[in-house]
């Protein structure tokens, strides 16, 4: 079992928290983004990817790469859905986890809230990430950790 970042959009304290729990845990962790991903020396099981740049395809390879069991960390609805069909679990920098039961109506969400945009609304866009997602992404992860043998 590993965990893939969707690390284009990754915020700087859930990387944090993810570079120590693999030195914690010994979990392998692979950033995946379109632009080189700097990471400290001393993560023996930490790896970055960077692909080429273009339409989801940082998405692509993490959807073609992940495994049954796998963690993926990413806020793209649809890489979600894609990787939870394929058996592995999801959860977003806000410490939410995407299931099965939940995904499609993010899906409809995410499409409506295109739509709109669309015609022209202005929707804000999601407030800041902030102390209490932080602290609820570390609590998730530390729930799915345990879980590991």
Not at 4 to 17: G, N
Not at 103 to 128: C, H, W, Y
């Amino acid at each position: 079992m590993q965990i893939w970042v969707d690390a284009d959009a990754c915020p700087r304290p859930i990387k944090e928290i993810l570079l120590r729990a693999s030195k914690r845990k010994s979990v392998a962790i692979t950033f995946v983004a379109n632009h080189a991903i700097p990471l400290p020396q001393g993560y023996p099981h930490v790896r970055s990817l960077t692909v080429s740049s273009g339409f989801d395809v940082a998405d692509d390879l993490i959807e073609e790469q992940v495994l049954e069991k796998d963690l993926v960390i990413t806020q793209d609805i649809p890489l979600a859905d894609a990787v939870l069909t394929k058996g592995a679990k999801v959860i977003n920098t806000r410490g939410q986890s995407l299931t099965k039961e939940n995904i499609k109506q993010r899906l409809n969400m995410r499409d409506f809230m295109e739509t709109m945009r669309a015609s022209g609304v202005q929707s804000g866009g999601p407030k800041a990430l902030g102390p209490r997602d932080i602290q609820e992404f570390a609590n998730v992860l530390d729930r799915w950790l345990a879980k590991l043998k």
